[in-house]
């Protein structure tokens, strides 16, 4: 499972070129991309690794059309997402984009079905399909028995879980994990992780996936370093 499957497309579905991005503080600007280039085929299950503050998460939300960088490209399947009109990010980050953030963003005073039919909604799927298919991948992640419970009413492990459901609710063709597994214990971790690559390997979704976990990241197709503003491969070799 670690080598790339050489039926895998070579066309790039989201490529990053060139990335700068600087956030001002109160004292230096923070140079947190500094030219860092990236790109994940079709189907790819790829890791990010880096230290706290080096910039994973900033790279996320530029591959997902969440925040703009200083300069720099984003192409998915070819085309530059910040250079079209008006809504089309919006559409975008609907309609082709999952994200399972590092801090979960589920609504408290909504059930876990709730929150999963969230984004299938507001992408105006009709109600009774929404319904269905977030109750299918509840059900897909475990948590058949925990539909109608609260964010509060479930452990770190099933928020987790329910975050993922979410994030996959509108099929889309890119989830981006910005470290799913990190409030995880090490067997929670591991069910997460397994079921990444279970899902990547029958919907042939592609994933880019954030984490601190050399173990985790030892499990994927790739994995880049992110260090001084810039992403690298990183050998497997060196990864235990
Ligand atoms: N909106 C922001 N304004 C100012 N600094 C930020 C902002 N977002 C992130 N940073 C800083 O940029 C650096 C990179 O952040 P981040 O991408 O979240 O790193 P990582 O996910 O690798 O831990 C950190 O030092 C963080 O404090
Ligand atoms: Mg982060």
Do not use: W
Not at 95 to 116: C, M, P
Not at 135 to 147: A, T
């Amino acid at each position: 499972m670690n080598d790339k499957s050489s039926s895998l497309s070579k066309e790039p579905l989201i490529r990053a070129v060139d990335l700068h991005k600087t956030y001002a503080t109160r004292g230096e600007p923070l140079h947190v991309l500094q030219g860092a280039s990236f790109e994940v085929c079709p189907g790819e299950i790829v890791g990010v690794v880096g230290a706290s503050g080096a910039g994973k998460s900033t790279l996320l939300h530029m591959l997902g059309g969440l925040d703009r960088p200083n300069s720099g490209k984003v192409y998915f399947r070819g085309q530059d997402i910040f250079a079209q009109k008006n809504g089309f990010l919006e559409a975008f980050r609907n309609r082709h984009v999952g994200f399972v953030f590092q801090s979960f963003n589920l609504l408290s005073d909504f059930t876990a079905l709730e929150n999963v039919m969230f984004p299938a909604l507001i992408g105006n799927t009709d109600k009774k399909l929404a319904r269905e298919k977030a109750e299918s991948l509840l059900c897909q992640v475990g948590l058949r028995d925990r539909l109608e419970h609260r964010p509060a009413e479930l452990s770190g492990g099933e928020t987790q879980r329910v975050a993922l459901a979410r994030g996959l609710v509108n099929d889309p063709e890119l989830l981006l994990a910005d470290e799913p597994t990190g409030n995880l214990d090490y067997r929670a971790s591991d069910s997460l992780m397994d079921l990444l690559i279970q899902l990547n390997q029958d919907a042939g979704q592609t994933f880019v996936v954030v984490t601190h976990s050399q173990k985790v990241a030892a499990k994927m197709h790739a994995v880049y370093q992110m260090f001084d503003g810039k992403v690298t491969p990183r050998e497997k070799e060196f990864i235990i």
